[in-house]
């Protein structure tokens, strides 16, 4: 035992508020340190903790007990002049007279003084502790006894302290400094409330703290990089002070943040000389097999060194080793990660075998419990890289491959799979990893290494999975076979292993309804969507996305406007809740939502959602989406009257679509370039793009725009029947249809019937609030919409489709009505001065059709000059009148 100091005497204490580590002795009060971190919150919890019988400062080595109460006590007796008597415990074994006589000595100079003298008989030690409690009792003030580096105190010490603090009637405020836990009936004096704890969760340096301990080092960090110290730290008192040693002797003290580690240098030598050489050689043992994981769970812990070992790691936790219980998780424990680094590096070099096999026996354990990327993290580490292929394979965590990010996870760990680990699980898991780079060709290759034999169970699942998410990609038309073998297999395995991995069928069925789409069998990949949507697959909210933003696009194209915004919106509102980006969409709902939009005539949130759907790589990347993404941008623009950039949008994606397709990925972008031709009044080429035999009802309506350009009444009277005749069809081929039987009862001289069919398509498009096929009808059937007051009076929600077109209108399906004699224009107007004609005609100022249009003032008088010299007039008015005349616009 060393000497003992009252309030009159102190140490030095160097440093940064906690004793020196590698100092043999520690005597006295020491002073506040010269480079001292206030720690005002500890102080009040000490002042408070006075207040009761008992303060116990519990914690491990170097977490700063004895810095913390010498600065309090320091600090008070500036405040208040009283003072306490300080014991530092050296030595074990120390007799119990003697511990005593140590004590009594220290409360004498705090004036504790008993008459007489004492001997070493029992009864004579009962007497004086009798006599040291009355005194005590009866002192008109407490008087304060630290006792510091207590772990080494015997039983028999702790028994006189308990008798002490129950018979001096409060006159006593013990403050016990320890690595461990004293035997003192803590849970008693918990239940009487008469003991204040400071542990090491209290202890441990916030952060601020850590950011004012680094500037008295005269060491400047980033914010990010404070909170990254104290984490790696755990606010641990020593550790802070070797990291600002470390980082004093660093260029770039943030980068340096990350190289700090427990395996090397003064922490090492530290926890080296306080933790592992003062344990015994089963505790020593017990450290090293079980620092190969980083959380110690019960079963865990008995499979790496033994069924013992739970029970010591409770000691070990209440003995203050840097051994961290989970809050959460009765019976969890962790080590600090510089404990665990060095205890890592320690078996490394004592015994390579040994660690290679506890990595793989915690690896098997792992993957038994279905954490399979803990399992692949350790079976990595061990090199066994087999091991880890069969932990993914067998524990159906090839969808995490496929669809995690691989910034991190299974993903980060399996890029380092050696190229010439030969194993079937090995080369699925590669062709998993190539195909999440895109790279198909590899993709294949790799499974071709797969055995006709190895087409069974776990295996087979798995490379079916790959080989339909691969198709899927490439236009191969086994795509449905390989999901639907995949989807048998996955029947087969253990529904408690399904249950885990619901992302598998979730995966299946999305992958088997992209390709139903691509093929055209929409009414297939509806069931297979809706199947897919009702899943839950917790952390896979994505792929659900896609899902509803698919059923989405299904319905804009049916045109069930309502029930595709509905589906876009679950699509978004899910992302939203999965705290997934907002500036990455989901790119089907985005591309559904920009239909739902045109059909409405609603040009400009079209384009936001246009731009909001490109802004995600999956458009570009998904045959379906990249047609259906292309026929809706070439809808705006021929909206715009900008028919050329349209048609070389359509084509340029039609050329790497399937040119002879049929499916979703080919047809829209066939149809939508025919529908284009013959906006531009070739009809001739309109039809040779499409199959005169081809029953779908949008081909059919363009086919008979093409027989309506060509004044062939009987083709256009056709095509109207063929697709009212059969059904159940797309709204806007069943509006349309309407609107070309209009056309063709106007050419035969019958207005009424005309206006019955018209009447027709109002009624069906109303429900959707459908306005495209009316902008793009005949002139002649737009005007005797317009001019109708029943029908255009009652439908205002058609008004924004009845006014100026904005492009050339090539399609004619009847004379226009003549409203005055007019000679037939030598130069047509150009699609922009169309535009401009409208707004003329609406009455709107110069300025205001800039904003509309969003272009310069001097751009619009440009295009009013042109149009005037055009229609051979000099007057705005004029202008309007002659075009109202030759049918550019509406009367």
């Not at 009316?774 to 009076?793: Q, S």
């Amino acid at each position: 035992m060393g000497e003992i100091y009252g309030t009159d005497r102190s140490a030095e204490l160097e440093g940064m508020g906690v004793v020196d580590p590698l100092s043999a002795v520690r005597f006295g009060i020491p002073r506040r340190p010269r480079r001292y971190v206030d720690r005002s919150r500890l102080n009040k919890r000490l002042l408070r903790g006075v207040e009761q019988p008992l303060t116990l400062v519990s914690a491990p080595a170097g977490s700063g007990k004895t810095a913390l109460v010498a600065a309090w006590a320091a600090a008070r007796r500036t405040a208040t002049g009283v003072g306490a008597a300080w014991l530092t415990l050296e030595e074990r074994d120390v007799p119990r007279a003697m511990f005593w006589t140590e004590v009594l000595e220290a409360l004498r100079r705090q004036g504790v003084v008993l008459p007489g003298t004492r001997d070493d008989t029992a009864d004579a030690h009962a007497q004086m502790l009798t006599e040291l409690a009355t005194v005590l009792a009866d002192r008109p003030q407490p008087v304060t006894l630290v006792l510091d580096g207590y772990e080494i105190a015997a039983a028999e010490q702790s028994s006189d302290l308990d008798f002490l603090l129950r018979h001096s009637d409060h006159g006593l405020r013990l403050v016990i400094l320890t690595r461990v836990d004293p035997t003192l009936p803590l849970r008693r004096y918990r239940q009487a409330g008469i003991i204040t704890e400071i542990r090491m969760p209290e202890l441990a340096f916030t952060e601020d703290e850590t950011a004012h301990l680094m500037q008295l080092s005269g060491i400047t960090l980033r914010g990010d990089s404070v909170c990254a110290l104290t984490s790696r730290t755990r606010g641990w008192a020593v550790g802070l002070r070797f990291a600002s040693m470390y980082l004093e002797r660093s260029d770039d003290p943030d980068e340096a943040v990350a190289d700090l580690a427990g395996d090397s240098g003064n922490i090492a030598q530290y926890l080296t000389a306080e933790m592992l050489r003062t344990q015994s050689d089963d505790v020593r043992s017990l450290l090293l097999r079980t620092g190969v994981v980083d959380v110690l769970q019960p079963s865990l812990v008995e499979q790496l060194a033994g069924r013992s070992a739970g029970r010591l790691l409770e000691s070990l936790a209440a003995g203050n080793v840097l051994v961290e219980p989970l809050p959460d998780h009765p019976g969890w424990y962790r080590y600090h990660p510089f404990l665990r680094e060095l205890l890592r590096a320690e078996l490394a070099y004592e015994a390579p075998r040994l660690r290679r096999m506890l990595l793989k026996r915690a690896a098997d354990w792992f993957a038994q419990e279905g954490l399979i990327e803990s399992a692949v993290g350790l079976a990595s580490e061990a090199g066994a890289w087999r091991d880890a292929a069969a932990y993914v394979i067998d524990g159906l965590a090839i969808g995490d491959v496929l669809l995690r990010d691989d910034s991190s996870g299974v993903h980060l760990m399996l890029r380092k799979l050696p190229p010439d680990v030969v194993d079937p699980g090995a080369a699925v898991i590669r062709a998993a990893l190539a195909l999440a780079d895109r790279d198909t060709a590899r993709c294949v290759h790799e499974l071709e290494q797969l055995s006709p034999k190895e087409s069974h169970g776990a295996l087979g699942l798995a490379a079916d999975v790959v080989r339909a998410m691969c198709a899927s990609l490439t236009g191969d038309p086994r795509t449905v076979a390989y999901a639907d073998r995949a989807a048998q297999l996955l029947g087969t395995q253990d529904w408690r292993v399904v249950a885990a991995h619901p992302e598998l069928a979730l995966l299946i069925r999305t992958v088997k309804a992209r390709a139903l789409l691509r093929d055209g069998q929409l009414a297939r990949a509806r069931d297979v969507l809706i199947a897919a949507v009702r899943a839950k697959a917790p952390g896979y909210e994505t792929l659900t996305a896609d899902c509803l933003g698919y059923l989405a696009l299904l319905d804009s194209f049916e045109g069930s406007l309502r029930g595709a915004s509905e589906w876009a919106e679950q699509s978004a509102a899910l992302v939203e809740r999965a705290g997934l980006l907002a500036n990455d969409p989901p790119p089907a709902a985005e591309i559904a939502l920009a239909g739902v939009s045109i059909e409405r005539h609603e040009l400009r949130a079209g384009d936001d959602h246009v731009r909001a759907a490109m802004r995600s790589y999956d458009a570009c990347d998904e045959p379906v989406l990249r047609a259906q993404a292309a026929v809706v941008q070439a809808r705006l623009l021929e909206a715009r009257g900008a028919l050329d950039e349209a048609m070389a949008l359509v084509e340029t994606a039609a050329g790497s679509a399937d040119a002879g397709g049929t499916g979703w990925s080919a047809h829209p972008l066939r149809v939508e370039a025919a529908k284009l031709k013959v906006v531009q009044g070739r009809p001739d080429e309109a039809e040779r793009l499409i199959d005169p035999f081809d029953g779908a009802a949008d081909a059919a309506l363009v086919l008979g725009h093409a027989h309506l350009q060509r004044e062939n009444w009987s083709g256009v009277a056709a095509a109207a029947s063929r697709i009212l005749a059969q059904g159940n069809q797309p709204l806007q081929a069943r509006v349309g249809a309407r609107l070309l039987e209009a056309a063709y009862e106007l050419h035969r001289g019958d207005p009424e019937r005309a206006r019955t069919s018209v009447a027709d398509a109002v009624r069906l498009a109303r429900p959707e609030e459908l306005r495209r096929p009316f902008w793009e009808a005949p002139p002649a059937v737009r005007h005797l919409l317009a001019a109708d007051p029943e029908l255009a009076g009652r439908n205002s929600w058609l008004k924004s489709v009845l006014g100026p077109r904005t492009r050339v209108l090539r399609i004619r399906t009847c004379p226009a009505p003549v409203l005055a004699e007019a000679e037939p224009l030598v130069e047509q107007l150009t699609p922009k001065e169309l535009e401009v004609l409208g707004h003329l005609s609406e009455l709107l100022t110069t300025e205001e059709i800039a904003l509309t249009m969003f272009v310069s003032v001097n751009t619009v008088r440009t295009h009013i000059r042109n149009i005037l010299r055009k229609l051979a007039v000099s007057r705005r008015n004029e202008a309007v009148r002659r075009a109202r005349a030759l049918s550019l616009i509406p009367v």
